[in-house]
């Protein structure tokens, strides 16, 4: 049965229109209440980033979820990751997050955790989508869920993650750059690097609930970039709208994607003995990383994109390290989830332990030149199936060869279809994916 609603990271839309209408959310927290007390009684954290739309939707889920007996416990803005955490350490039911991560402030989601920190199964999200079809109905009154605060949530979070540096270390000599994208970690990244010793200068940490993502954080590290420069700091860290992804910059302003921090993670990893397993990337990670792993003598297999496979296939593996160029690291001996200040606490971490800087650091991995295009679509498997596009994507990898590669796929979050185009030489992989985006664009 495929699902109608659950895409690869929870239910994600426009503000206003189906599914993020009010009165879905509604119908939602009571289906999702209905399934879970099916087992007795059910406690549910909701948590949330800082769209404007973030209250409307927290009321319409806890309505729902306290119309099916479900007892609710609001954490106010908190990270993804910090919901996960939270979600465990509370023994809750399930955490739910209202977020569209990376996306502007006109979308927002919904995505769920287990009451381990996971993601749902499968057969989860289709109880749910089963649920979603029966009538809207109310517990009787003695039995409706109660609605509290947990006014230390962000303090917890911030002793977790400061928790997952080893012991002893700190960062008293750094100075370090963050941005906060104007979204959830805005309170919470800031006291974890300045009460683990390091001068923090900051930027975005000032959300209005219509700026979060916009021209800042990880999907617009420029700004970022620029104030390490003018700052001075030896790095930067640009966290996403709801903190399970971070990008860094080095001291000279070069930007180190999710690629590269996997490898300075990995080989710090395997040089403490605490490595277990391949590493995980994507389709879309860099043909470089997986040379650079291969002579560090660590193994390396691809999922396909998205969080939720990359957490499938190293569980498949018993790994313990995974993530993709977006910046969404998972480090499964700290956390259950992509976190990305505690990633960004793990490179800092190797950083020390070797004495070296992050750009020395990864220098070691050479990058082959790779250009992502997005082209904007409403049918992007029927654009993907067309008979032109698949003909001008298997003459470019042709004349790629064995050193370069071709990946078309739809976007699990946006009405686009993603192309990404590898091989040694920068302009020419440019052209190439040039070349295919302007058949797509034709053909549609």
Same mark, same amino acid.
């Given at each position: 049965?495929?699902?109608?609603?659950?895409?690869?990271?929870?239910?994600?839309?426009?503000?206003?229109?189906?599914?993020?209408?009010?009165?879905?959310?509604?119908?939602?927290?009571?289906?999702?209440?209905?399934?879970?007390?099916?087992?007795?009684?059910?406690?549910?954290?909701?948590?949330?980033?800082?769209?404007?739309?973030?209250?409307?939707?927290? &009321?319409? @889920?806890? /309505?729902?979820?306290?119309?099916? +007996? =479900?007892?609710?416990?609001? %954490?106010?803005?908190?990270?993804?990751? !910090?919901?996960?955490?939270?979600?465990?350490?509370?023994?809750?039911?399930?955490?739910?997050?209202?977020?569209?991560?990376?996306?502007?402030?006109?979308?927002?989601?919904?995505?769920?955790?287990?009451?381990?920190?996971?993601?749902?199964?499968?057969?989860?999200?289709?109880?749910?989508?089963?649920?979603?079809?029966?009538?809207?109905?109310?517990?009787?009154?003695?039995?409706?869920?109660?609605?509290?605060?947990?006014?230390?949530?962000?303090?917890?979070?911030?002793?977790?993650?400061?928790?997952?540096?080893?012991?002893?270390?700190?960062?008293?000599?750094?100075?370090?750059?963050?941005?906060?994208?104007?979204?959830?970690?805005?309170?919470?990244?800031?006291?974890?690097? &300045?009460? @683990?010793? /390091?001068?923090?200068?900051?930027? +975005? =940490?000032?959300?209005?609930? %219509?700026?979060?993502?916009?021209?800042? !954080?990880?999907?617009?590290?420029?700004?970022?970039?620029?104030?390490?420069?003018?700052?001075?700091?030896?790095?930067?860290?640009?966290?996403?709208?709801?903190?399970?992804?971070?990008?860094?910059?080095?001291?000279?302003?070069?930007?180190?994607?999710?690629?590269?921090?996997?490898?300075?993670?990995?080989?710090?990893?395997?040089?403490?003995?605490?490595?277990?397993?391949?590493?995980?990337?994507?389709?879309?990670?860099?043909?470089?990383?997986?040379?650079?792993?291969?002579?560090?003598?660590?193994?390396?297999?691809?999922?396909?994109?998205?969080?939720?496979?990359?957490?499938?296939?190293?569980?498949?593996?018993?790994?313990?390290?995974?993530?993709?160029?977006?910046?969404?690291?998972?480090?499964?001996?700290?956390?259950?989830?992509?976190?990305?200040?505690?990633?960004? %606490?793990?490179?800092?971490?190797?950083?020390?332990?070797?004495?070296?800087?992050?750009?020395?650091?990864?220098?070691?991995?050479?990058?082959?030149?790779?250009?992502?295009?997005?082209?904007?679509?409403?049918?992007?498997?029927?654009?993907?199936?067309?008979?032109?596009?698949?003909?001008?994507?298997?003459?470019?990898?042709?004349?790629?060869?064995?050193?370069?590669?071709?990946?078309?796929?739809?976007?699990?979050?946006?009405?686009?279809?993603?192309?990404?185009?590898?091989?040694?030489?920068?302009?020419?992989?440019?052209?190439?994916?040039?070349?295919?985006?302007?058949?797509?664009?034709?053909?549609?």
């Amino acid at each position: 049965m495929s699902k109608r609603y659950f895409g690869t990271d929870g239910i994600r839309g426009r503000v206003g229109a189906q599914p993020m209408s009010p009165d879905f959310v509604l119908r939602l927290g009571q289906a999702v209440g209905g399934v879970l007390t099916r087992n007795g009684p059910a406690t549910v954290l909701i948590g949330k980033d800082t769209r404007i739309s973030g209250y409307m939707f927290e &009321s319409a @889920l806890e /309505a729902g979820l306290s119309a099916a +007996g =479900v007892n609710v416990k609001l %954490l106010g803005p908190m990270p993804t990751p !910090g919901v996960a955490y939270l979600t465990k350490t509370f023994r809750a039911s399930a955490g739910v997050v209202i977020s569209a991560s990376h996306n502007p402030f006109e979308d927002n989601g919904v995505k769920f955790f287990t009451p381990a920190g996971g993601k749902l199964s499968d057969e989860m999200e289709l109880a749910i989508e089963r649920a979603l079809d029966s009538s809207l109905c109310t517990v009787e009154s003695a039995q409706l869920g109660k609605v509290s605060r947990i006014n230390d949530a962000q303090g917890r979070y911030v002793e977790f993650c400061k928790s997952t540096l080893d012991p002893g270390v700190n960062l008293k000599d750094m100075k370090i750059a963050l941005d906060c994208a104007h979204g959830a970690t805005y309170q919470i990244a800031p006291h974890v690097f &300045s009460e @683990l010793g /390091a001068d923090v200068v900051t930027m +975005g =940490v000032q959300p209005d609930g %219509l700026n979060i993502n916009d021209g800042c !954080g990880s999907t617009h590290p420029q700004a970022l970039q620029n104030l390490v420069r003018e700052s001075g700091a030896d790095l930067g860290v640009a966290l996403d709208g709801d903190g399970d992804r971070a990008l860094l910059v080095d001291g000279d302003g070069r930007l180190v994607d999710g690629d590269e921090m996997l490898f300075i993670i990995a080989t710090a990893m395997k040089r403490a003995n605490r490595l277990r397993g391949p590493v995980v990337g994507t389709l879309m990670s860099n043909l470089g990383l997986e040379l650079a792993l291969r002579d560090a003598g660590i193994d390396f297999v691809r999922a396909a994109v998205g969080d939720r496979f990359v957490l499938e296939k190293l569980r498949e593996h018993d790994g313990v390290l995974g993530g993709e160029p977006s910046g969404h690291v998972i480090c499964l001996d700290r956390t259950s989830t992509g976190d990305g200040i505690v990633a960004s %606490l793990q490179v800092l971490g190797a950083m020390i332990a070797s004495g070296r800087g992050l750009a020395d650091l990864t220098r070691v991995m050479g990058r082959l030149p790779q250009v992502l295009i997005n082209v904007k679509t409403t049918n992007a498997s029927a654009a993907m199936s067309c008979a032109e596009v698949r003909e001008v994507t298997e003459q470019v990898q042709t004349e790629l060869g064995a050193r370069g590669r071709v990946v078309l796929r739809p976007s699990g979050t946006e009405p686009l279809v993603r192309i990404m185009v590898e091989g040694q030489h920068s302009d020419a992989v440019r052209g190439y994916a040039e070349r295919i985006a302007s058949v797509i664009r034709s053909a549609l």
